[in-house]
């Protein structure tokens, strides 16, 4: 399985690697993710990791604006 999108892997050429970005809206899942280092005998080591992309909680915030006056649905008639 690919990485979530928004979330990307850099080889720095330098040994070392950097998992980074903010995963995209839809991408709720987990993610088996391997790295793989070659050392100077050509030998591999993999190590396996899981990548969990989890909902975020969400903050929803409703403002308004008093009534001018204190009658909500109009006045009343009979």
Known sequence: MALPS???F???GDGTGTLSGTPA?????TYAIT??????SSATAPQSFTLTV?????????TSTAPARDEV???TTT
């Open 54 to 62: 989890g909902k975020a909680d969400q903050t929803i915030t409703f």
């Open 35 to 40: 790295f793989t280092a070659t050392i100077p």
């Open 73 to 75: 649905a109009g006045p």
């Open 25 to 29: 809206l839809g991408t709720v899942n």
């Open 10 to 12: 850099l080889d720095n």
């Open 6 to 8: 928004g979330v990307t």
